[in-house]
């Protein structure tokens, strides 16, 4: 068969040149007709460079060639675009969300056809296996019927092509474990009547569970492509990291028994009833699946939202819940998982993000030392291996990765009991990741003591001495060092709802 | 020897040079009034006044909450302290009487703001109010101060300048000494950035907006105080014309040395700027009215300057979604 005539997408020969930096050297991708190809990547490999000059913001080198379906690509014609934040309208419904960028159809006197723009949408949700309301505001939707609904606006834009492409820049950044996997289904659904797909993601469990092809970029270069059924997950983690991870080894140091934290009877949002407590070194992780009050916890704890009850005790001595500044001032920090929101300035330099909760220690008489501010900041700097490595820069200019590891920094320089952690590793790449777990856990055995939540099993597996398995906002399991594994914790969060449906 | 040049590029100090080509412009055109020490003199003097406005509305700015109630404040301000000297206070009671009403104003949009009201709107609310007390006081007639030694505390000459002068200078340094080199400063500004980001970093951030307003208050009632000794009469109707002057001082600054924050030095060349570019056409003979429209027009070109260097404006829109990935593209 003429290899040309099944591709949606042939690129080669593609560079990207900034002034002072090749982004993109001489790159191959060939997505199929019918397959979901993956494109996985560091951050800074030129996966978004990738992406942008296929949706027509950076112009490629003169040299490269993209051609769609065998023809050259002209204005993006035939290629929908899903990106991360979903570019919908939370306040406007489904329908209305449906027709933003396109025009409406009218009935006879002028006015928009209400009904005609329901059924087109109804059709747009149903190829992907959805049916949900579409008359209620997007915000009340779940995070999958709302990357449903985007995913359907994105391919009404390519109507009428026969072999369209979707490009799905990651998918399931803002999606809980449980809907991932009904999100894969309507992207099978989806390629099977034809459309190629272009998977961007961090995920790479996500690369194995929905993806027929893989291709790895690494500093500017298509590394390899290969069919996933015949590679397995630490070979692909060596070809986008370039040397092997090093796993967090299971070699803890025995615990003490001195205990740091104490919550009893937390109540507030979704959380009912907990109780648990914190030793000192340890790393205990909180799962459960998204509405179980598992992403609300540590929020009560450092009082970014109200409580309704409970009491908290930090060596011995009572929290007084509901300010972070309290909180704070009694050695209990947070690390949000909203990093852009609740974490950086993006506009404020390295440094003023880092030394913001710890300005006294610098003051010279009355005025805050530059030199000493400069100084420690720099020890961060080199401790956390920051790129670029230069604190004057604004945060908002680092990459996902290198944001967290300010927002860490800003909270290692103080004199800290309990750090918690919330979705820690969110749109981090996989280098990064591996080295803010290296850091928790050699802080840990310093005599920090942590406390993680996240939807990530196996990023919980990998760390934590203890994993707390929350449900329905109450304790449903406690899973020790022993037997500890992914697998458990989800076993654990999904039986335990079951077993509770069985009970009503 | 990179950090002169970089200090004094034109994208540092833009107004420094919009300043010399002012100053050119007008020296060539009306010499003969223009070039005159009585000029220099009254430019710099009358326009401590707004200096003082401009740096009231930076305060609450870099803490991300806007001030509308400045210029009525400062007409309340005025007119108080010339009621309060026509029934016989010193004053040196009048004038901390003043700097009161300017308090009493500044404590209740704080309040307001505190109890969950946009500061857009409690300011503006708490400045319709703050009017009626000023025409209530000075059953909107100017009320004369003859008191000579109040006068000269402004009017003066000291080291062949106004006496105003040296007041504002210092205000604005106390100002700078708090903005860059407190603690309290670095709360301010990311209180502006990121109120969320802030708050779970504890920064106490609605005491941060609260003290802002405060201060923005206080200075507007200092202003006023200056104002009734400068020119001799409290005036209700004054007041509001401080305040377009004032942020587009504000906004202009905010494009000036400190390349996006809100800041004192930025924001007082940028007010002598406006002032000589309004001063000039005056003495060119310009109708009265050209100054409201240099002024709003500064005001819409300030902003749309700041926001451009903030990076929110593009002329170049190829594609809505693509841009998107652009700028979260910069993230990565």
């Given at each position: 068969m003429n290899d040309r005539d099944e591709l949606v997408l042939q690129v080669s020969s593609l560079s990207k040149t900034f002034p002072g930096q090749q982004a993109l050297i001489d790159v191959e991708l060939k997505v199929r007709v019918g397959e979901v190809h993956a494109l996985v990547g560091q951050n800074g490999s030129g996966k978004s460079t990738l992406i942008k000059i296929l949706s027509g913001y950076h112009q490629a080198d003169a040299e490269s060639v993209i051609l769609f379906n065998g023809e050259p690509l002209i204005h993006q014609k035939g290629i929908a675009f899903v990106h991360q934040d979903l570019a919908l309208v939370p306040t406007l419904n489904s329908i209305e969300n449906m027709a933003l960028g396109h025009s409406y159809r009218l009935t006879r006197t002028g006015s928009i056809n209400w009904r005609q723009q329901h059924d087109l949408t109804r059709s747009g949700i149903q190829e992907f296996g959805a049916d949900f309301d579409?008359?209620?505001?997007?915000?009340?939707?779940?995070g999958l019927q709302r990357t449903i609904l985007a995913m359907a606006r994105a391919m009404g834009s390519v109507e009428g092509i026969e072999r369209s492409l979707l490009v799905l820049d990651e998918p399931t950044a803002s999606l809980p474990k449980s809907e991932v996997a009904l999100l894969m289904d309507s992207i099978r659904r989806l390629s099977a009547r034809g459309a190629g797909v272009l998977y961007v993601s961090h995920h790479l469990g996500e690369v194995f569970d929905v993806c027929d092809r893989v291709t790895v970029l690494r500093d500017g270069r298509s590394i390899t492509t290969t069919n996933v059924k015949e590679i397995k997950y630490p070979q692909l983690v060596k070809l986008i990291v370039g040397h092997s991870l090093n796993e967090q080894s299971s070699e803890h140091a025995a615990l003490s028994t001195e205990q740091v934290m104490k919550v009893d009877n937390l109540a507030g949002g979704s959380v009912i009833d907990l109780s648990f407590d914190v030793r000192k070194g340890e790393i205990v992780g909180l799962a459960g699946l998204m509405g179980s009050g598992r992403e609300q916890v540590l929020k009560l704890l450092f009082g970014a939202i109200g409580t309704t009850g409970g009491r908290v005790h930090v060596d011995g001595r009572p929290l007084r819940l509901g300010s972070p500044k309290v909180a704070i001032d009694n050695g209990v920090a947070l690390v949000p998982a909203e990093r852009k929101e609740h974490g950086?300035?993006?506009?404020?330099?390295v440094q003023h993000n880092i030394s913001l909760p710890n300005l006294r220690p610098l003051l010279r008489r009355l005025v805050l030392s530059q030199s000493r501010e400069y100084q420690v900041v720099q020890q961060w700097v080199e401790r956390m291996d920051?790129?670029?490595?230069?604190?004057?820069?604004?945060?908002?200019?680092?990459?996902g990765g290198n944001q967290q590891k300010v927002v860490l920094a800003r909270w290692m320089g103080i004199d800290l009991k309990v750090l918690l952690l919330d979705e820690?590793?969110?749109?981090?790449d996989v280098g990064a990741k591996s080295a803010i777990h290296e850091l928790l856990v050699e802080a840990a055995k310093e005599g920090l003591s942590i406390v993680v939540a996240s939807s990530d099993a196996a990023e919980l597996a990998a760390i934590c001495d203890r994993v707390i398995v929350i449900h329905d906002g109450r304790l449903g399991s406690i899973i020790s060092r022993d037997g500890l594994s992914g697998e458990r914790i989800v076993n654990e969060c999904v039986s335990s709802s079951a077993d509770e449906m069985r009970d009503q | 020897m990179n950090r002169w040049r970089s200090a004094l590029s034109i994208r540092n100090i833009s107004a420094i040079y919009v300043w010399f080509a002012l100053f050119a412009l007008f020296a060539v055109w009306?010499?003969?009034?223009?070039?005159t020490l009585g000029t220099l003199r009254s430019v710099l003097g009358s326009n401590s006044i707004t200096t003082l406005a401009a740096l009231a509305v930076v305060v609450p700015l870099a803490a991300g909450a806007f001030d509308l109630s400045v210029g009525q404040v400062i007409g309340a301000s005025s007119v108080t302290i010339a009621w309060a000297m026509s029934i016989g206070w010193t004053w040196e009671m009048a004038s901390l009487l003043g700097l009161l009403i300017g308090m009493v104003a500044g404590l209740l949009s704080a309040t307001a703001v505190r109890l969950g009201v946009n500061s857009f709107i409690a300011t503006l609310g708490i400045s319709s109010i703050v009017a009626a007390y000023t025409n209530f006081r000075s059953k909107q007639q100017q009320v004369t101060i003859t008191d000579k030694g109040f006068r000269d505390v402004f009017l003066r000459n000291f080291l062949g300048l106004p006496r105003s002068i040296y007041i504002t200078l210092i205000v604005a340094i106390v100002l700078w000494y708090v903005l860059t080199k407190r603690p309290f400063g670095r709360q301010i500004y990311s209180t502006g950035g990121n109120a969320d980001a802030a708050r779970l970093a504890g920064v106490r951030t609605h005491l941060v907006i609260f003290i802002s307003l405060l201060i923005s208050a206080g200075l507007a009632g200092l202003a006023g105080v200056m104002n009734a000794g400068r020119s001799g009469v409290g005036s209700?109707?004054?007041?509001?014309?401080y305040l377009i002057p004032a942020f587009a001082a504000a906004f202009l600054g905010s494009t000036q040395l400190r390349k996006g924050e809100f800041n004192v030095w930025g924001t007082v060349i940028s007010v002598y700027v406006l002032a000589t570019g309004v001063k000039g056409l005056q003495l060119a003979g310009a109708e009265a009215y050209i100054t409201d429209i240099f002024s709003g027009a500064a005001l819409l070109l300030a902003v749309l300057i700041s926001s451009w260097e903030r990076g929110k404006f593009k002329f170049r829109r190829p594609n809505v979604l693509a841009e998107r990935s652009a700028s979260r593209g910069a993230a990565e």
């Open positions: 579409l008359r209620v505001p997007v915000a009340q939707l779940s950086i300035f993006a506009n404020c330099s920051l790129h670029p490595a230069n604190q004057m820069v604004n945060a908002g200019l680092l990459s820690p590793t969110q749109g981090v | 009306v010499p003969e009034t223009f070039l209700p109707t004054v007041g509001p014309s």
